[in-house]
């Protein structure tokens, strides 16, 4: 008989907490003001911070990369690589579907090669997003190995 449930890992709140604050500490050096969105296994956000400063819509921004990377289970930076290699109607329609965000700042979180959450960062640049996110991610990597 197959089974009829399933267990599924997920981020703690104070693994969020956490790693939120070391992706905080890294935007605080770039100087720069993001929004960080931390979701669990499921998309549902468990913390989330917008700094002085950061624009408006990063909020939204910042959650959406969270929920992609989640939901896909890779760097939301790897997109643009990943549609090369699809068809003309991906590479037009999946950027299209409410709630992705395809580029990146939106990282995975994964303990024993399985997703437990995912970390959203909005508000610079592309490239200081995706800084902050990977400063959350390999400051839980510690914890979690530790």
């Known amino acids: 008989m197959r089974p009829l449930t399933t267990s599924r890992l997920s981020i703690t709140l104070g693994l969020a907490m956490d790693s939120l604050n070391a992706a905080l500490r890294k935007a605080e050096a770039l100087n720069a003001s993001v929004s960080i969105t931390i979701v669990d296994i499921g998309g549902r956000m468990i913390h989330m911070a917008h700094m002085d400063n950061a624009p408006l819509q990063s909020r939204e921004i910042a959650l959406n990369k969270a929920r992609t990377a989640v939901g896909f289970g890779v760097s939301t930076s790897q997109w643009t690589e990943r549609l090369q290699r699809c068809s003309p109607a991906v590479q037009q329609g999946l950027p299209l579907q409410p709630g992705m965000a395809l580029f990146g700042g939106g990282e995975p979180f994964i ?21 902050c996110a990977q400063a959350a991610i390999e400051h839980a990597q510690t914890l979690l190995q530790g």
């Open 111 to 131: 303990l024993d090669g399985q997703v437990i959450g995912a970390v959203g960062v909005s508000g610079a640049s592309e490239a200081m997003d995706t800084q």
